[in-house]
Nanobody
Framework: QVQLVESGGGLVQPGGSLRLSCAAS????????MGWYRRAPGKQRELVAK???????NYADSVKGRFTISRDNAKNTVYLEMNNLKPEDTAVYYC??????WGRGTQVTVSS
């Protein structure tokens, strides 16, 4: 059974940083493309970042230069390092395996 469990969300001031983690189980992690999406209040879910099994990454234009996705295959975990956070980054962040399996999400709120 595929499980994806996000953690690391919270309340942070504008300009601050957070690191999200997604612990994965139930599938062969090191061959999976992993990603992060987010859904802001009143908006559709949008892609934030993806990382392939080979380490190739891609990012939404809105987060390029501020967010970094990475993976630790030994720990079956994917990370999202978020720096210089802005109020418009406020959303529920979801971890995904290949856009097929999804975690329950973790709330990120950027506010002063």
């Amino acid at each position: 059974q595929v499980q994806l469990v996000e953690s690391g969300g919270g309340l942070v001031q504008p300009g601050g940083s957070l690191r999200l983690s997604c612990a994965a189980s139930g599938f062969i992690f090191n061959i999976a493309t992993m990603g992060w999406y987010r859904r802001a209040p009143g908006k559709q879910r949008e892609l934030v970042a993806k990382i392939t099994s080979g380490g190739t990454t891609n990012y939404a234009d809105s987060v390029k230069g501020r967010f970094t996705i990475s993976r630790d295959n030994a720990k079956n975990t994917v990370y999202l390092e978020m720096n210089n956070l802005k109020p418009e980054d406020t959303a529920v962040y979801y971890c995904t395996r290949g856009d097929v399996s999804w975690g329950r999400g973790t709330q990120v709120t950027v506010s002063s």
